[in-house]
C-alpha cells in the first residue's frame, strides 16, 4: 500500500504489465507453421508451407479429369496443375506466369522471394541447401551440356545463331544422360527442414513479377550467385527453356489469388535484345569434366 501512494504522489499512472512490442505498436512476430497444418506433399518452412521437390504437372481436360503431360515438352495453350513427388522428372520448358498458373490451379502460389530464401537457406541461413560450403556432387549440379552436344561441333560450343527458341526448348535436351535428375534423386541435397532440389537441377521460378528465378540449374550454381543466392532477373515472364522450373507455396487458411493473366501464349525470342544484364545465365556451359571412379 506505501509503494502504490508513493507512485501516485509522485503523479505516475499505476498500469498493467504489457509485452513491449505491443505497448509500441509492433505487431506480434508471426507464429510458425505447424507441420500438419500443410497438405501431404509440402514442408512447413516458418510461416509458409512449401513444396517438397521441383514440380511437375498434369493437363486438365475439359471433363475435368487430369492427363499426364511430358515435364520434356512446353505447356503453352494448356491448363496444367501444379504436382510434386519423389522420383518424377519435374517440369521444365515453363514461364513464370505459366508456372503461377499451375500453381494456383493446385490451390497454392509461387513462393515470394523471402520465401524460397528462407527455405533453400534454413534457419542457419547457409549460402547451399545442406550447410556453409559446396560439396559439388551433393545436388545435381556439375552436368553434361546437352545443348554442346546437339548443336555444337567437334565438341566446341556452337554458334550465338543456335540459340534461338525452338533450340533452347528442344524435347532432347534434358534427356541426355547427365542432365535433368527425377526429383529427389540426389538424397543429400535437402535442407534441414526437408526440402529438396532447391539449388541444381532446374532454376526455380519466384513471384516477382517482371521474371526471377533462382538456384540454378544441373550445368550452373554459382554464376550469378552461389547456391541459394543464385539469381537470375533478365528474361520477361512469358520466357522459357530447358532449365526452367518452379515449386509452389502455400499460406495456410489464406486464399488463393487468381493470376493476372492465365493466357499462356508463346514468348518471343529467349533474352531481351540489347546488352545482357547482370544475371543472364549461359545455357551451354562447356560440359562438366567427367569425374573419375571414386569421386562424389
Known amino acids: 500500500m506505501r509503494l502504490a501512494h508513493a507512485v501516485l504522489a509522485l503523479g505516475l499512472a499505476v498500469m498493467p504489465w504489457v509485452p513491449l512490442a505491443h505497448a509500441q505498436g509492433k505487431p506480434a512476430p508471426a507464429k510458425s507453421v505447424r507441420r500438419a497444418t500443410c497438405p501431404a506433399d509440402m514442408v512447413a518452412v516458418g510461416v509458409t508451407c512449401v513444396d517438397r521437390y521441383e514440380a511437375f504437372v498434369v493437363e486438365l481436360l475439359p471433363s475435368g479429369k487430369t492427363r499426364a503431360h511430358s515435364p520434356f515438352e512446353p505447356v503453352q495453350g494448356l491448363r496444367v496443375k501444379a504436382v510434386n513427388a519423389r522420383g518424377k522428372h519435374p517440369q521444365a520448358h515453363l514461364s ?50 546437352s545443348f554442346n552436344l546437339l548443336f555444337g ?105 487468381k493470376p493476372a493473366s492465365s493466357k499462356t501464349a508463346a514468348p518471343k525470342l529467349a533474352p531481351r535484345a540489347g546488352k545482357p544484364k547482370r544475371g543472364v545465365p549461359k545455357p551451354a556451359l562447356r560440359p562438366a569434366p567427367i569425374p573419375r571412379a571414386g569421386q562424389d
Open 96 to 145: 513464370r506466369n505459366e508456372a503461377e498458373a499451375a500453381c494456383v490451379l493446385a490451390g497454392k502460389r509461387l513462393c515470394a522471394d523471402t520465401e524460397w530464401l528462407r527455405a533453400c537457406k534454413g534457419k542457419r541461413e547457409t549460402t547451399w541447401p545442406y550447410g556453409p560450403t559446396r560439396v559439388v556432387g551433393r545436388c545435381n549440379d556439375h552436368g553434361t551440356s
Open 153 to 257: 561441333k567437334d565438341g566446341r560450343p556452337p554458334p550465338q545463331s543456335e540459340y534461338d527458341f525452338d533450340h533452347l526448348n528442344d524435347p532432347r535436351l534434358n534427356q541426355l544422360k547427365g542432365t535433368l535428375a527425377k526429383a529427389g534423386a540426389f538424397s543429400r541435397c535437402k535442407t534441414t527442414d526437408g526440402v529438396f532440389d532447391m539449388v541444381g537441377n532446374l532454376h526455380e521460378w519466384t513471384a516477382a513479377p517482371d521474371g526471377t528465378f533462382r538456384g540454378g540449374y544441373y550445368l550452373d550454381v554459382e554464376q550469378n550467385g552461389l547456391g541459394c543466392d543464385y539469381r537470375t532477373t533478365a528474361h520477361h515472364d512469358k520466357y522459357h527453356d530447358y532449365s526452367t522450373g518452379f515449386r509452389c507455396c502455400k499460406t495456410p487458411g489464406a486464399p488463393v489469388t
